[in-house]
């Protein structure tokens, strides 16, 4: 910077030099040929006062020549026609010879002075109006020294002082350039510093001039961003930890789609591990395109985004989209697992579902008791003792579904933990089979080991063996349904159920124990809530259960559970 700035300043003082320079000497030029001009009218005018007087004498010839070797003129007389009325040649100069001769006559037969000199001073003309009869202008011409010598010396000296000048001027620059360059590039290594991201670099001002008064304002500038700066990171640093303690996922990255920031919850639940920075955007669901979403938030005029995905059955998330802003290169991916409340609300619903369809059917036995009690019945005492058993029986076992339900749902919450015990299900089995209403082409066979004991909920398995009895009864006609209970590997116990109905079509049989299906091969009666509550049942009770089906032979349900203890080791 100091070479250009010193350059700068020489050019600016040889410019500076030589138009000082320049007008001196052109207002020397002009002084000198207004000097000689004035030197020409004043001998000028005192050679047309004596020519006056020697008109007035009659000798005029003589007084030409008199006058014309005192005053050094070459005189001519013209006439109102502009017509020499003397020699064309006087002082040995031609008339034809005088510069612009005839311009100054015209002015001068016009009443005006015409004044002009030539060649630097050397030569000057004058035309004068005469006021006599016989000659109406007077031309003069006379020969000076003229200034060419003087303006000549003034130029030789001016030269010198212009290079003075100059060396001057580039010596002057160069050390203002030197000492302002060193200032500047204190600024300049402090501003560096800064952008580096170092805010300790002092800087001093040694002077109170304009660059001094930067410096200090620099320097005040520097302290602010230095409280700012660590001010953000602190916040930043605060945000960052807020976001990592949250629960839901929370990932922010650029145009290119690649991650600026992840929490470990966003990294858990798109990838099961964490996100770094640069890396690119997940494709976790093969069922929704996340990253097509997240091109989607970078479109002009993109607004907020909630969709809610669900991978599984078994995990539920929702994805809200916050798009980038105006000026803004990043958007937000807020991702929540809902899968336990979701998972909440299906009990609820389940739960809600199963209590109707279980309790649907001890309320219509009583209802119906109550309904033949009113009609007669009840003045019949042994009608009356079997209608109010039949009241007392079905309240017996509606408080008995009640309790089940709660106890299902509370182990599908996981509020409690099933109470299981040992329980023998032959003797369930023989219960539930003596009071199985079934059409008379219908035989009910029942193959137990009575040793086998099963850790169960009673309730829970009186339900899921209720269930699956009575929905063989319904849909075999004729026939047979046959329970065997037997040993199954070394820790558990099978329970089949194989009715001779109404079979399955094998297309239909993977949905079956689906919440309110029915499948049109046994008719549409009911909720289809019966084997969902079964399979709810037994997984609740840690057992598998499993439907077969084959045209002509019916269906078979097997139930497996954990083997307890023999009977007879009670």
Same mark, same amino acid.
């Given at each position: 910077m100091r070479w250009w700035l010193g350059l700068a300043f020489a050019v600016i003082a040889a410019v500076t030099a030589l138009l000082a320079a320049e007008g001196l000497i052109r207002r020397s030029e002009s002084a000198f040929r207004k000097d000689a001009e004035a030197r020409a009218v004043e001998a000028s005018v005192a050679a047309e006062v004596a020519l006056s007087?020697?008109?007035e004498r009659g000798?005029?010839?003589?007084?030409?020549?008199?006058?014309?070797?005192?005053?050094?003129?070459?005189?001519?007389?013209?006439?109102?026609?502009?017509? /020499?009325?003397? /020699?064309?040649?006087?002082?040995?100069?031609?008339?034809?010879?005088?510069?612009?001769?005839?311009?100054?006559?015209r002015a001068a037969l016009k009443g005006r002075r015409h004044v002009e000199s030539y060649d630097r001073g050397r030569v000057t003309v004058v035309a004068l109006p005469m006021p006599w009869d016989s000659s109406s202008a007077l031309l003069t011409y006379s020969l000076q020294p003229g200034y060419a010598a003087t303006m000549?010396?003034?130029?030789?000296?001016?030269? /010198?002082?212009?290079?003075?000048?100059?060396?001057?001027?580039?010596?002057?620059g160069l050390l203002i350039a030197t000492l302002t360059t060193r200032r500047l590039r204190r600024i300049e290594k402090a501003a560096r510093a800064i952008e580096s991201g170092n805010f300790s670099h002092r800087l001093d001002a040694r002077f109170h001039d304009e660059i001094g008064l930067l410096a200090v304002m620099f320097d005040r500038m520097r302290v602010r961003l230095r409280e700012s700066f660590e001010r953000i990171q602190s916040e930043r640093l605060r945000l960052r930890l807020t976001i990592e303690r949250l629960d839901q996922g929370v990932v922010s990255f650029d145009e290119e789609l690649n991650v600026e920031n992840a929490n470990s919850a966003a990294g858990r639940l798109l990838v099961g591990e964490a996100l770094d920075e640069g890396d690119p955007l997940p494709e976790p669901w093969p069922s929704f395109p996340l990253r097509s979403l997240a091109r989607d938030l970078f479109a002009a005029g993109a607004k907020v985004t909630n969709v809610r995905v669900s991978p599984c059955e078994a995990l539920h998330y929702t994805v809200c989209g916050i798009p980038a802003g105006a000026g803004f290169r990043t958007a937000l991916f807020v991702i929540t697992d809902v899968s336990e409340v979701e998972r909440l609300e299906q009990i609820e619903r389940e739960f809600v579902a199963n209590a109707a369809h279980e309790l649907r059917t001890p309320v219509a036995a009583i209802s119906s008791a109550v309904e033949v009690l009113e009609a007669g019945a009840k003045e019949s005492v042994p009608e009356r003792d079997h209608f109010l058993a039949i009241i007392e029986r079905q309240s017996t076992k509606l408080a008995r579904l009640s309790a089940s339900l709660l106890v299902l749902a509370r182990a599908q919450t996981g509020e409690e933990s099933l109470q299981t015990v040992p329980v023998e299900p032959c003797a369930l089995l023989e219960s539930i089979a003596a009071s199985l209403p079934t059409g008379e082409h219908v035989v009910v066979e029942l193959d137990c080991d009575p040793s086998l004991v099963v850790l169960a909920e009673p309730d829970l398995l009186d339900q899921v063996f209720s269930n699956l009895v009575a929905n063989a009864a319904k849909h075999t006609e004729r026939g047979r349904i046959t329970i065997t209970t037997r040993r199954f590997e070394e820790d558990r116990v099978e329970i089949e159920f194989a009715d001779t109905g109404t079979e399955i079509p094998y297309a239909l049989q993977p949905r079956i124990f689906e919440?309110?299906?029915?499948?049109?091969?046994?008719?549409?009666n009911g909720f289809g809530l019966g084997l969902a509550i079964v399979r709810q049942a037994v997984r609740a009770l840690d057992g598998t259960v499993e439907l077969q089906s084959t045209p002509g032979s019916g269906t078979t349900v097997r139930v497996t559970l954990p083997l307890a203890k023999e009977a007879g080791a009670v």
């Open positions: 007087r020697a008109v000798n005029l010839d003589e007084a030409l020549r008199t006058v014309s070797a005192r005053r050094r003129l070459a005189l001519f007389l013209f006439d109102g026609d502009g017509r /020499p009325i003397t /020699p064309v040649r006087a002082s040995q100069t031609e008339l034809d010879s005088i510069p612009q001769a005839d311009v100054a006559v000549t010396m003034i130029r030789d000296q001016i030269l /010198p002082a212009v290079t003075l000048a100059v060396v001057l001027g580039a010596l002057a919440r309110f299906y029915r499948g049109e091969a046994r008719g549409r």
